[in-house]
């Protein structure tokens, strides 16, 4: 499957982005999906993920609350919807997929782990001016 983020860009503190992952190759709904993100010279890490059935969605800390990520596995596509932006979600932001062909519950642990996932799009810049 080959991924392709989309959405980021330039805007001010307290304002809203929203995110797309569109998956293309294979279908989506047989992937679990996160979003991880990398600032300048920090590592990358985990922001949300939704598993592939939808009965599994999992959040940072730092963005509970402000952000929530949604899929339609028809649209081969992931959202995600950035709300009350705060200077330090400034990032690069990727989506990975994990396959789940099988439909096997993954716990969140297991979402938020990036060494789970097996394919990355290119990242979208998100900047958050103050």
């Known amino acids: 499957v080959q991924l392709q983020a989309s959405g980021g860009g330039l805007v001010q503190a307290g304002g809203s982005l929203s995110l797309t992952c569109a998956a293309s190759?294979?279908?989506?709904?047989?992937?679990?999906v996160g979003w991880f993100r990398q600032a300048p010279g920090k590592e990358r890490e985990f922001v949300a993920a939704?598993?592939?059935?939808?009965?599994?969605?999992a959040y940072a800390d730092s963005v509970k609350g402000r952000f929530s990520i949604s899929r339609d596995n028809a649209r081969h596509t992931v959202y995600l919807q950035m709300n009350s932006l705060k200077p330090e979600d400034t990032a690069v932001y990727y989506c990975?997929?994990?396959?789940?062909?099988?439909?096997?519950?993954?716990?969140?642990?297991?979402?938020?782990?990036?060494?789970?996932?097996?394919?990355w799009g290119q990242g979208t810049q998100v900047t958050v001016s103050s």
């Open positions: 990975a997929a994990k396959e789940n062909f099988w439909g096997l519950i993954r716990g969140v642990a297991t979402l938020r782990t990036e060494d789970e996932y097996d394919y």
């Open positions: 939704v598993s592939r059935s939808y009965s599994t969605t």
């Open positions: 190759g294979r279908t989506i709904s047989i992937y679990d």
